[in-house]
Every structure is written in C-alpha cells, then in structure tokens.
C-alpha cells in the first residue's frame, strides 16, 4: 500500500494534470504518484519522453544504464517496468541476469556496454566518475551522448526514489519477454528475486518518432507529445 495515497485523476483540478492523464496510454502508479507534484508533472513526463525517443545515445545503452540505476537503488518498480522495455531495445536475457546479480564485467557485454554500465555505478554511488572512467567512455561516446547518458541516469535515479519512498505498487510489466532463468540462478541475495511476475500480452504501439520508427510498450509514450 503507497505511503501517499494516489492521485484519482477523475477528481484531479488542474487543467494540466488532467491533460496530461488524458494523454497517457496507461495510467501507471508511477504517474498517478508524480501528479501530487501539479506544476512539475507535465514537465516531468516531456523530460521522461525525449529521454527515451529523442536521444542520439543508443537505446540499448540507454536501457542497460537504467536497468543498473533500478538495480543500485533497490527500485523494484523501476525494473520491472524496464526489462521489457530494454529487451525491446536489443538487451539479451543474459545481460539482464548479469545486472541482476551485479555482474557488470560479464562476458555477455561488450567493451562500450561495460564502460557504460562502470560509468552509471559511479555516478549514482559516487555523484562524480573517475577520471580514468571518463577518459573511457569518451573514447566511445560523443559530448552529445555522455550528457545525454547523464540525463537519463538522474532522470531515473529520482524515479526510483520516488517509486521506493512512496511505495509506489509494482504492476505487472507490459510487454511479453523471453522466460529468465530459474529463481536460484539469480543469486541468493538478487533482491529481484522475488519481484518476478507473470507478464501479460501487452499492448502494442507503433509509431514514428524523430529517431525513426520505434516499437515501444504502452507504458513508455514516448511520441505523443
């Protein structure tokens, strides 16, 4: 049960939430959550949007990151919504076993994914990467995309904390993905162990956005702002 109760969006006031709600696919807890915040919503969801259909940095990077940030911070809600998602983007089923169980140096990962993923654990533990990290990642990523990367590490970082202080309650992730491994290949102490859920047939968008056309779950609008 969330510690602030939702916000009911058909007794919502606010001509901007109640735009915003209206624009929604899916009214996720995670929204009916952020919408106690009335003037930051709506910019909050346009921020959310172009993170993920406007950015030049890989969506396949962008996901792996994220799928890290949920994993530091503990955000069940956070990962489940996005293993679907980063699967969708080009993440294997083993790189998602290797997040979960910190394995961020596995083989399954290649020498970009790995700085990626290096760079991530340091902002979000340590605010300011190395310098030998940064020399690394920008070997591999441009200006653009580095800054980019950042963006979407904190955007994700405040989501988490606001799903995990809130209690935000977890749905069931909206796309279908292959099955995983069995519970005791995650690790004793995987703390996603026990988050699994049967996932449903989802709805499907598809839709052209400025980074060309792009399959994405309901859950992430990203083209209709």
Known sequence: ???????????????????????????????????????????????????????????????????????????????????????????????????????????????????????TTEVVGDVRCSDDTFARIRQQLSSQEIVELLLAVGYYMMIARLCETTDVEVEPPSEQVPPRAPPDQAGPTSPWTRSRLTPPSGKMLSRTCDTGPTRLSAVENVCRW
């Open 1 to 119: 049960m969330p510690r602030i109760p939702y916000v009911i969006p058909e007794k919502v006031s606010s001509r901007d939430v109640k735009q915003t709600f209206a624009q929604l696919p899916t009214l996720l807890n995670l929204f009916k959550m952020m919408a106690h915040a009335e003037t930051t919503f709506r910019p909050m969801v346009h921020l959310g949007s172009a993170i993920l259909a406007r950015q030049k940095l890989s969506a396949k990077l962008r996901e792996l990151a994220i799928l890290r940030v949920a994993n530091l911070s503990k955000s069940r809600y956070e990962w489940v919504q996005h293993v679907s998602l980063a699967m969708l983007m080009g993440v294997t089923r083993a790189q998602v076993d290797a997040i979960e169980k910190g394995e961020i140096h596995a083989p399954c990962f290649d020498e970009t994914e790995r700085v990626v993923l290096d760079f």
